[in-house]
């Protein structure tokens, strides 16, 4: 005799296919959130690296972005400057100028300015790869912009000046050694006649009026040389005008919108 079993009937889950099928759309949104959480944080990180490390951001949106350079404390070239003092070093500033031109996502360059000079090869390095740009770049000076500051202030296509900001203006000088001949003279006329060269084609200051600047005797106790403040460097041609943020970040749109036109 044959035995007949009888097939256990099937458990049915107490969750529905739409039930199922929202669970599965919770559970991939949560996964969602997570990357996005993530990518967020990452960006943070980057964001923060980049203020601390190169003292510049990116800012506005992905088909609006400009990066913002700070140019601050004293400008490192071949030689390296102590730990207790605010640099910033051109091996840093110059590949990172050249990626900013050659971004699709980067539209303009914002310098921040206030800096008390330095290496001047080095400085001027910056400032003719800051020139040299096809990109809307601005400048700003901030507190000041002192020596081989000024080509850095006069580079972008256009300059501004914060009221209260001034830059000084003095001859090249030499720390260390100098071997009293007429060659080391002759390499700081040089020298010096770059940098003028180099302010003069880049701002509507005369010539004149620049040197006139750089060799006066009456202005600084142990230098020869001038402190300009805000409204004179816009009188007499070197910065475009007088200013700050919004009028920089306005100026750079307003480029922006002409390139894609």
Partial sequence: MRQVFAEKPLIKSPVSAQTKAEMGVFILDEFEEREASACEREQELSLNE???EFGSVVT???MAAIHCLTIVGQIEGHQGLPDNVKTTK?????????A???????EALLILLNTAGG????????????????????SIVLGGSHSIGVPLAVAAKKSY???????TIHPVRLNGLVIAVPQSFSYFERMQERV???????????REKYVEYMLRTSELANDVGSV???????????????????????YLHGEMEKRKA
């Fill in 50 to 52: 980049g203020i601390k």
């Fill in 60 to 62: 506005g949106g992905e």
């Fill in 90 to 98: 051109y091996e840093h500033v110059m590949p990172l100028i050249a």
């Fill in 100 to 106: 900013v031109e050659e971004s699709c996502e980067i």
């Fill in 119 to 138: 290496d001047v090869e080095a400085g001027l390095g910056i400032a003719e790869l800051i020139a040299g740009m096809k990109k809307p770049t601005a």
């Fill in 161 to 167: 000046i914060a009221p209260s900001a001034i830059m």
């Fill in 196 to 206: 003028v060269k180099f302010v003069v084609s880049n701002s509507k200051v005369k």
């Fill in 228 to 250: 300009i403040d805000s409204e004179e460097a816009v009188n007499c041609g070197l910065v475009d005008a007088v200013g700050n943020l919004s009028d920089a970040l306005d």
